[in-house]
């Protein structure tokens, strides 16, 4: 089984910063791209930054500029990084990662999500 545990999650003042923390464990070959996404109230999940294996990045137009997405290769983990927080960026943060295993190739598992509330 493939687990990820995310950590980092809180209330912060806005134009605050906040580090989010995805660790992944198991039976683990290699990990592919990783990422990010959050979800508020009545929205759908939208994606906010990915990371592939090698480093290469991209984010949502709404946090490019304010978010950084980073990762631990040796220690399955990746990051992001929230700074100059707005009250919009207010949602649950759900982490990503495409698993290869001896069973499944490029099988998506996700967090079990973190709640960043950003006060006015």
């Known amino acids: 089984q493939v687990q990820l545990v995310e950590s980092g999650g809180g209330l912060v003042q806005a134009g605050g910063s906040l580090r989010l923390s995805c660790a992944a464990s198991g039976n683990i070959f290699s990990i592919n791209d990783m990422g990010w996404y959050r979800q508020a109230p009545g929205k759908q999940r939208e994606l906010v930054a990915t990371?592939?294996?090698?480093?290469?990045?991209n984010y949502a137009d709404s946090v490019k500029g304010r978010f950084t997405i980073s990762r631990d290769n040796a220690k399955n983990t990746v990051y992001l990084q929230l700074s100059s927080l707005k009250p919009a960026d207010t949602a649950v943060y759900y982490c990503?990662?495409?698993?290869?295993?001896?069973?499944?190739?490029?099988?998506?598992?996700w967090g079990q999500g973190a709640q960043v509330t950003v006060s006015s």
């Open positions: 990503n990662a495409e698993v290869n295993s001896a069973t499944y190739f490029a099988r998506p598992y």
């Open positions: 990371i592939t294996r090698g480093g290469s990045t």
